[in-house]
């Protein structure tokens, strides 16, 4: 593009998918006018408008790009959104585009009650209602945070106009007593050293201030991270746009860029279901394999998925495991931390060793193949975070699904961060009917529990929490973390942060809220974990197991009124992508990735 404003396209072929209102012979102001009656009239008003905050009539003719702003002083993970909104602006308008910027829902994993999954489908609203009130010929979403990523790509998915992902960026680590730290990992790590009394208030009080080195989002491979990835293995960002951190000068420049690039793909009428294929998800699952992933990875990738009518198979995902190691030396299931990743080419230098297993043809955001641009970055050079296919940091793909009378509908285990030793487990159930009778009892002398028991966690899915929050990773009871117990099976319907660890089985499917097998079951049942079977299962006979559920029939919770009924009346399971039911396509055209 040349710094003049170039017309749009007028493509009549153009065609975006589940409802988006682009009009291919309409731009700019033109599109989505109100009803008055009168459509220039309508365009005579907003022009008055608009020229009330100083445009002229040329810049008004421009390609007009929308820039999501998702800054909040309740979100630090957000909190380069100036410097980033400014480097956004000044690449759209160098492309000769105009830039407007609008907000929309903000979101931060430790602002946001019950959680901020329960949060995440309203988001998606706000940014796909948003997408489709204003004017705009392409968007730039900007968001980092845990569920802003998936918001926005589920958002823009069901929208349908060209868009395209600008992730904040990882914040910088910090130092402990000589120590690197960084969030959550470490986090976690020390708040467990402080439960067994390995550390005192005084040193808790110190780290709390090193764990958190700038704005951005954690610094391991947790959700966050994980979405980044996942984004730019999608083809929804520029190429090297997950792993700058956010106060670098490189995350500035991927922002120009982003800036620069939605100009041409509003140009090109560039729509997002040309990029969210089902090519484009199976890389990105092996991506989440190969990266040490977040189990909520699967969670959004399937809410994601759902909004372009595809069904993610946790089968296949599964069966990829088998094929694709874990090769990024990350927190938690490495060493390093996302800084590190990025000095070691970022994704440029994962997807050259994946390039065997990837699908190339999948196109981006730039117009070329995921192919074509992993030949344009170059061989690559000497490091060590990520490893070759010879010398994996884990054998398998990090995340198994499992299967049982205990999860019809499926689980998940990251089996990457879990204890080899616990991954074929029998062991007595030790039962916390939801959150309160966790917190109530988990440090109690008096509690029955051995480092060979497993805990199990009700009532912290979809509905039952509701939100299905990060409750799943269950502390270690107090007296065996004293006495020097790191990890334990832990068994629940809720979800885990991607910067946990620990041998922990996630998204039992269905959920004890609406009458899953895990509502039946009692204090002291056997429970079977089998990671190479995939398998975790009520050692009780079928008989037993139906005779409890019809003894205790179980109706699922709802609410009166506002979003908490709109939630408990229409929300998915875990393996629908904890999505809304009204909100996925109305029409489902195939399963991805494709089983061999």
């Not at 445009?55 to 957000?78: F, K, M, Q, W």
């Not at 190691?325 to 080419?345: I, R, T």
Request: charged residues 20%; negative net charge; proline residues 6%.
């Amino acid at each position: 593009m040349t710094n003049s404003a170039k017309p749009i396209k007028k493509d009549s072929s153009a065609h975006v998918t589940h409802g988006n209102t682009l009009d291919p012979n309409q731009s700019g102001l033109r599109q989505g006018l109100p009803i008055y009656g009168d459509k220039d009239f309508s365009l005579f008003l907003r022009k008055a408008f608009i020229k009330g905050a100083g445009y002229t009539d040329s810049a008004l003719e421009r390609p007009v790009i929308g820039i999501a702003n998702t800054g909040s002083s309740y979100n630090p993970c957000h909190g380069n959104m100036p410097q980033l909104l400014e480097a956004v602006k000044r690449g759209i308008m160098l492309a000769g585009g105009l830039p407007m910027e609008f907000p929309t829902i903000s979101l931060h994993e430790s602002f946001a009650t019950p959680t901020s999954m329960y949060l995440r489908n309203l988001m998606s609203m706000d940014t796909e209602e948003m997408l489709r009130a204003q004017p705009m010929d392409a968007v730039v979403l900007i968001g980092g945070c845990d569920k802003t990523v998936p918001a926005q790509l589920m958002g823009a998915a069901s929208a349908g106009l060209p868009a395209i992902q600008l992730i904040t960026g990882s914040m910088l680590t910090g130092s402990h007593r000589s120590e690197r730290v960084g969030a959550c990992t470490d986090c976690r790590r020390y708040w467990a050293k402080y439960r067994a009394g390995e550390i005192d208030e005084e040193q808790k009080n110190e780290v709390n201030n090193q764990l958190v080195a700038s704005v951005g989002t954690c610094s391991v491979m947790g959700t966050a991270s994980t979405m980044a990835c996942i984004a730019e293995a999608l083809g929804m960002t520029v190429p090297g746009g997950a792993s700058p951190p956010a106060v670098t000068a490189d995350r500035i420049r991927v922002a120009e860029e982003t800036g620069r690039r939605a100009v041409q793909m509003a140009h090109d009428r560039l729509t997002i279901d040309q990029i969210l294929t089902a090519d484009a998800f199976e890389n990105a699952m092996r991506v989440l394999l190969a990266i040490g992933g977040s189990t909520n990875g699967i969670v959004h990738l399937a809410a994601i998925a759902g909004r372009v009518g595809l069904e993610i198979d946790l089968n296949a995902l599964d069966q990829m495991g088998n094929e694709t190691p874990v090769l990024l030396d990350l927190k938690p299931s490495g060493q390093h931390y996302m800084e590190h990743f990025h000095d070691a080419g970022g994704m440029a230098t994962l997807l050259r060793e994946l390039k065997p297993l990837l699908k190339l043809n999948a196109m981006t955001v730039t117009g070329k193949t995921l192919g074509e641009e992993i030949d344009a970055a170059g061989p690559g050079f000497a490091q060590d975070v990520v490893r070759p296919f010879s010398k994996p940091i884990y054998p398998r793909g990090s995340i198994a699904i499992l299967y049982g009378n205990l999860a019809p509908g499926g689980a998940v285990i990251k089996q990457s961060a879990a204890d080899e030793r616990l991954m074929e487990h029998i062991g007595r159930a030790v039962v916390f009917e939801n959150t309160e009778d966790l917190v109530n009892r988990i440090d109690s002398e008096d509690l029955d529990v051995t480092a060979d028991d497993i805990l199990v966690l009700k009532q912290i899915g979809p509905k039952g929490a509701p939100g299905m929050p990060e409750a799943g990773y269950m502390p270690i009871p107090k007296k065996l973390a004293r006495a020097g117990v790191k990890d334990m099976v832990r068994i629940s319907d809720g979800r885990m942060s991607g910067t946990a660890f620990g041998t922990i089985v996630l998204h039992i499917t269905p959920e004890s809220a609406i009458g899953g097998p895990l509502a039946y079951v009692e204090e002291g049942d056997q429970i079977q974990l089998s990671v190479k079977n995939r398998q975790i299962s009520l050692l009780i006979s079928d008989d037993e197991l139906a005779k409890r559920m019809q003894a205790r029939p179980i109706s699922p919770p709802t609410a009166e009124r506002g979003y908490h009924k709109l939630f408990l009346d229409t929300v998915t399971q875990a393996d629908q992508g904890v999505d809304f039911d009204f909100l996925r396509a109305v029409n489902m055209t195939g399963k991805t990735p494709r089983s061999k």
